[in-house]
C-alpha cells in the first residue's frame, strides 16, 4: 500500500526554526514535493527532492533519505505568514502525487 | 508569473444533476491533473491526462466522472450525477515536460445538497 506520514500538528515561535518530517513507504519512488497550502487555498509548490540530500531555498530547506523512506522541510526564521499547512507528497511509479494529511504549523508571536 | 485558473470559484448543485468545473492551465504545460479534497482531509488524485487521453485514474473516478480537453486551452471535470459525498474542494493542476512540480489552481468548491 501507499503511505505517507506526517505530525498532525505543529507550534512555533516566529523568529525560530522548526522542521517538519514525512515518512513515506510507497510503491516506487520517482520524486518527494513539499507544498504549503494555507487555509481554503490552493497548494503551493515549495520544493522537490529525487535524490538524497538536501535543497536550499531561501529561508526553506528539504532533506531526503530514500533509504530511510524519510524527508524533512526545515523552515527558518519563521515569520506569521508561515502559518500554513505543509503538505508532503511522493510521486511513485506513476505520474500522480500520494499526498499526506498535512502537519498545521501555527507561529505565535 | 503564469498560473493555473479555475471557474467557478464555488458551485452549489442539488443531488443527481450535472456540473461542469473548467480549469485553464499554464499555456506551454502538457501534462493535467484533477485532485479533490473534502473538507479536514488530504488532497486526493482523481485523474491525469496527456495527449489528449486519459493516462491514469483513481478508484474515485467511476463512470459519473469524465475529462476533457475541448480546445487548446481549456481543461474541464464533469460530474454527470453528484452524490453529496462529492462535495469538496477541486483543483486542477498542471505541468511542463522539463520538470515534474506540478502547479494548482485556487480550486473550486462544490456543494451538493
Known amino acids: 500500500g501507499q503511505n505517507i506520514d506526517q505530525p498532525t500538528e505543529m507550534t512555533a515561535t516566529e523568529g525560530a526554526i522548526v522542521q517538519i518530517n514525512c515518512t513515506y513507504q510507497?510503491?516506487?519512488?520517482?520524486?518527494l514535493f513539499w507544498y504549503q497550502q494555507h487555509a481554503g487555498e490552493a497548494p503551493t509548490f515549495l520544493s522537490y527532492?529525487?535524490?538524497?540530500g538536501l535543497e536550499e531555498k531561501g529561508r526553506f530547506s528539504s532533506f531526503l533519505s530514500r533509504s530511510k523512506g524519510y524527508s524533512y522541510l526545515l523552515l527558518k526564521e519563521l515569520q506569521m505568514k508561515d502559518s500554513a499547512s505543509y503538505l508532503c507528497a511522493v510521486r511513485g511509479n506513476t505520474d500522480k502525487l500520494i499526498f499526506g494529511t498535512g502537519t498545521r504549523l501555527q507561529v505565535f508571536p | 508569473e503564469p498560473e493555473v485558473t479555475q471557474t467557478p470559484s464555488h458551485q452549489v448543485t442539488q443531488m443527481g444533476q450535472e456540473v461542469i468545473l473548467r480549469c485553464v492551465p499554464i499555456s506551454n504545460h502538457l501534462y493535467f491533473y484533477w485532485y479533490r479534497q473534502i473538507l479536514g482531509q488530504k488532497v486526493e488524485f482523481l485523474v491525469s491526462?496527456?495527449?489528449?487521453?486519459?493516462?491514469?485514474k483513481s478508484e474515485i473516478f467511476d463512470d459519473q466522472f469524465s475529462v476533457e480537453r475541448p480546445d487548446g486551452s481549456n481543461f474541464t471535470l464533469k460530474i454527470r450525477s453528484t452524490k453529496l459525498e462529492d462535495s469538496a474542494m477541486y483543483f486542477c493542476a498542471s505541468r511542463g515536460g522539463g520538470g515534474y512540480e506540478q502547479y494548482f489552481g485556487p480550486g473550486t468548491r462544490l456543494t451538493v445538497t
Open positions: 527532492n529525487v535524490l538524497d
Open positions: 510507497t510503491s516506487g519512488f520517482n520524486g
Open positions: 491526462f496527456y495527449n489528449n487521453e486519459i493516462s491514469e
